[in-house]
């Protein structure tokens, strides 16, 4: 059984930072490609980023290019997410998760293609 535990969260003022980590267990985790989702109040899940197993490649959705950062360590089977420069629309419960048997040079941003998921942790940014 894999599970995922992320932690990191918290209220910030707008432009602050956080750093998000998720830790995992059982499992192969340098297999998985691993994703960051979020979930607002009153919102669907949606894609933040994601990083392939090998750490070699990552994809953002727009509205977070440049301001979030997703890395991995395959040694300490975790991956993180360094979120600058917050806005208050990035408030949401952020999820991490794995992706079982990813196929080769294509990166899955739909929440449905992920086979395990964290509890997610909340991020509250105020204006």
């Known amino acids: 059984q894999v599970r995922l535990v992320e932690s990191g969260g918290g209220s910030v003022q707008a432009g602050g930072s956080l750093r998000l980590s998720c830790a995992t267990a059982g499992g192969t985790f340098s297999t998985y490609d691993m994703g960051w989702f979020r979930q607002a109040p009153g919102k669907e899940r949606e894609f933040v980023a994601v990083?392939?197993?090998?750490?070699?490649?990552?994809y953002y959705r727009d509205s977070v290019k440049g301001r979030f950062t997703i890395s991995r360590d395959n040694a300490k089977n975790m991956v993180f997410l360094q979120m600058n420069s917050l806005k208050p629309e990035d408030t949401a419960v952020y999820y991490c998760?794995?992706?079982?048997?990813?196929?080769?040079?294509?990166?899955?941003?739909?929440?449905?293609?992920?086979?395990?998921w964290g509890q997610g942790t909340q991020v509250t940014v105020s204006s």
């Open positions: 998760a794995a992706k079982n048997f990813p196929l080769p040079h294509q990166i899955a941003t739909a929440a449905s293609a992920y086979d395990y």
């Open positions: 990083i392939v197993s090998t750490g070699r490649s990552t």
